[in-house]
């Protein structure tokens, strides 16, 4: 089987509050507002090497025909998450933490680098990392 390749990969990130989000993620990653979409419900950030797109959904709202849960943003783990690789990973997570993120683990040292796990404002995880040689390479 051929499998084609994809074009592109976006980021989509739900939160019940954008201007709050926009705010949180400009302060926090150093991501920035490059433009508002779909009559303002969605802001496209910029800054990484792959956009970031954080949607406006209701809190209680559906999320999706065939799914039985409805949006909560209570922190919540999930098994996709966002990696901003950082130079200064003390500095990162200081203005995260300044911006509204909670510290939940770290920094601490691992082969490939330090790492410090966090929770957002809307209850997504997110993780700071910072490579000491080539990233994940030996």
């Not at 939160?15 to 990653?29: G, I, K």
């Not at 507002?33 to 009559?39: C, H, P, S, T, V």
């Not at 490939?112 to 990233?135: N, S, V």
Request: with cysteine; glycine share 12%; proline share 8%.
């Amino acid at each position: 089987m051929n499998t084609p390749s994809p074009v592109a990969l976006l980021i989509n990130i739900d939160v019940p509050d954008l201007a709050a989000a926009v705010r949180f993620y400009e302060a926090a990653t150093g991501l920035r507002l490059n433009r508002r979409l779909f009559g303002g419900s969605v802001a496209e950030m910029r800054g990484a090497a792959v956009p970031v797109y954080l949607l406006e959904k209701p809190e209680g709202s559906g999320a999706g025909p065939h799914v039985p849960q409805n949006r909560g943003y209570a922190r919540h783990w999930t098994p996709l998450h966002l990696d901003f690789v950082v130079e200064d990973l003390d500095a990162a997570v200081a203005n995260a933490i300044a911006a509204g993120a909670t510290l939940e683990t770290g920094p601490t040292l691992h082969a490939w680098g330090y790492i410090a796990t966090l929770g957002d404002p809307f209850g997504h995880g997110l993780c700071f990392l910072q490579w000491t040689g080539q990233g994940y390479e030996p």
